[in-house]
């Protein structure tokens, strides 16, 4: 780059710096993320599309482009973005400079972990740790079996084909997160139809960051409501045990975080390790026969699908060396969490299926001090969900000739699986 480039360059982001810092980029005004942006989220199939690998195999750290003055990088590699996730020195999650007045903290809407930094960061996830202990996860076990029972019966009764997103994929993590956090039945439908618009960015970052008001808001109305009256889940606990000392605005982003986090992203395991298991039906029923084997193809599926296509932003907070480039402050880190897991650099073949590969350490519940705190929520849920529907359908078939996978969105997933529960009867004379 010639000294002239260089120097504009350094203009420019000092401009962005300055905008950012006085709220004046906003992207959550953004009518549409343009393509050069957001290419990496498309999908072949369930695969990411075959330019991802390509650009992992050559950078595995490359500039993606030039957005509002700021370079984006994508980080495709494994070492990489392991290296990026862990370092909250060098890295701010902190995604409110770039939100215009949406990201005040009084009364903004973005809350929750994911865009805080050390030492915030730090006193909220201990808030919610305890929560999350396998000892108070257990509680949990005997219910996560009950709500997938009911919603097989529930599938049973409408059969024989039916679309198992609204019927199970959706209602068993949605069902378990109203008991983590102890919600009354009467607030849960409220609070279903807050759920889905979040991760979506064909609508650019209105449905991505605005939507984030509305389920905050619930939630925080509910935080108040179970001041005088605490529910047995998460927000109870947390008042019971800290009082006055967290405000409804915390608890409920807090508690936000958690539905947020754990609803689409559950939600499109479950339908889309169906489908994969479909398509491979000795490991289906494999599932169903052999307890030994379900540990490791549901960390195959989480591995292979990648739901959480990338984590959040990481925004360096000084110039910082990554994987041979220069990346400066006030550039934007992507870290695509479903190309790093399959890094050939790890393994060969990971680009396929196959549960019966040694075990491998994948990054689909990120790493670092931002890990998934659900992670073993969500297992438990898969580890009970899927043999249990390979039991009750073993000859469960998808009932459509091409599905519908979401092209945009940072969570990847299906609208809608049709299955047939029981094989189609064929006529005699048809045979
Ligand atoms: C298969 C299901 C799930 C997947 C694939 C998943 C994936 C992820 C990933 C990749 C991150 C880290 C993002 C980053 O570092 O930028 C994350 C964070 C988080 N997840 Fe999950 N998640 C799942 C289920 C859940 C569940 C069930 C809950 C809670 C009930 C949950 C709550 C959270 C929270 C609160 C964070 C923020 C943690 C922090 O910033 O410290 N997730 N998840």
Redesign the pocket.
């Known amino acids: 780059m010639s000294r002239l480039t260089s120097y504009l360059s350094a203009q420019v982001r000092r401009l962005v710096l300055a905008r950012a810092g006085s709220g004046a980029i906003d992207l959550s005004q953004l009518a549409k993320v343009p393509d050069r942006l957001a290419w990496p989220l498309h999908r072949d199939g369930v695969d990411p599309v075959t330019r991802l690998g390509e650009l992992r195999a050559e950078q595995p750290v490359a500039k993606l482009t030039s957005f509002l003055g700021m370079n984006v990088w994508l980080v495709t590699g494994d070492a990489e973005a392991r290296q990026v996730?862990s370092d909250t020195s060098g890295y701010s999650?902190d995604i409110r400079p770039f939100m215009g007045s949406r990201g005040s903290t009084t009364d903004g809407d973005i809350g929750?972990?994911?865009f805080?930094d050390p030492p915030e960061?730090t006193r909220l996830?201990k808030l919610?740790t305890p929560e999350?202990t396998m000892r108070r996860l257990e509680r949990l076990r005997p219910r996560i079996a009950e709500i997938v029972e009911r919603q097989l019966d529930a599938m049973e009764e409408q059969g024989p084909v039916v679309d198992l997103v609204p019927s199970f994929a959706f209602p068993v993590?949605f069902l378990?997160?109203c008991e983590?956090l102890g919600l009354p039945d009467e607030e849960r439908d409220t609070f279903r139809q807050l759920g889905s618009a979040r991760f979506d960015v064909s609508s650019g970052g209105q449905g991505v960051f605005g939507a984030v008001s509305d389920s905050r808001r619930f939630l925080m109305e509910a935080t108040r409501r179970q001041r005088s009256r605490p529910g047995d889940g998460l927000i109870g606990q947390i008042i019971g045990e800290y009082g006055d000392d967290i405000s409804d605005f915390d608890l409920g982003g807090?508690a936000d975080?958690?539905?947020?986090?754990?609803?689409e992203?559950?939600a499109?395991?479950l339908a889309l390790g169906t489908a994969v298991l479909l398509e491979h039906p000795d490991e289906y029923r494999r599932v169903a026969d052999d307890p030994t084997v379900v540990d490791r193809t549901v960390e195959e599926l989480?591995r292979y699908l990648?739901?959480?296509q990338i984590?959040?932003p990481?925004f360096p907070k000084r110039d910082v060396e990554l994987g041979g480039h220069h990346i400066a402050r006030g550039d934007v880190v992507i870290?695509h969490?479903a190309g790093a897991n399959r890094d050939a650099r790890l393994s060969p073949a990971l680009d396929r299926f196959d549960p019966g590969r040694p075990p491998l350490s994948h990054?689909?519940?990120?790493?670092?001090?931002?890990?998934?705190?659900?992670?073993e929520?969500?297992?438990m849920?898969?580890r009970a969900a899927f043999p249990a529907l390979a039991r009750r359908f073993p000859d469960l078939a998808v009932a459509a000739d091409r599905l519908d996978y979401r092209q945009q969105s940072i969570v990847f997933g299906v609208e809608s699986l049709p299955v047939r529960l029981t094989p189609a009867v064929v006529p005699a004379w048809g045979r």
């Open positions: 996730l999650n929750g972990l994911g805080t960061h996830r919610l999350f993590p378990v997160i983590l807090l975080g958690v539905f947020t986090g754990g609803l992203t559950s499109s395991m989480l990648g739901v959480v984590a959040f990481r870290c969490l990054l689909s519940f990120g790493h670092g001090f931002h890990r998934c705190v659900g992670a929520l969500a297992r849920e898969l």
